[in-house]
């Protein structure tokens, strides 16, 4: 499955941003899928998971009651809602998909075990 993320800008702190992320392939709904993040200076990490069929999702504790994560498979895109956004939110956010992997586990394995990966969208918080 080839992903598409867009969406990022530059914001300001306490600002709101929805990241989406579009897949190419008709097994979209089969992909458990999730948003990742890198900040300068840092390694990738998780920031949200969900089910193959939305039922689950899984957050960090950084973005716990200010991200929502969703999904559209009729559209074949996941989403990633982000409301109260704080400087330390600026980093360049990938979206990924995985077959073989639940939601679960693709909130705490190592990323390297995922097996799709987008190119990321910058987003920049403004203090």
């Known amino acids: 499955v080839q992903l598409q993320a867009s969406g990022g800008g530059l914001v300001q702190a306490g600002g709101s941003l929805r990241l989406s992320c579009a897949a190419a392939g008709r097994t979209f709904s089969s992909y458990d899928m999730g948003w990742f993040r890198q900040a300068p200076g840092k390694e990738r990490e998780f920031v949200a998971t969900i089910s193959w069929s939305g039922e689950d999702t899984y957050y960090a504790d950084s973005v716990k009651g200010r991200f929502t994560i969703s999904r559209d498979n009729a559209k074949n895109t996941v989403y990633l809602q982000m409301n109260s956004l704080k400087p330390e939110d600026t980093a360049v956010y990938y979206c990924?998909?995985?077959?073989?992997?639940?939601?679960?586990?693709?909130?705490?394995?190592?990323?390297?075990?995922?097996?799709?990966w987008g190119k990321g969208t910058q987003v920049t918080v403004s203090s």
């Open positions: 990924a998909a995985d077959r073989r992997l639940s939601a679960q586990v693709m909130s705490i394995i190592p990323e390297t075990s995922i097996d799709y």
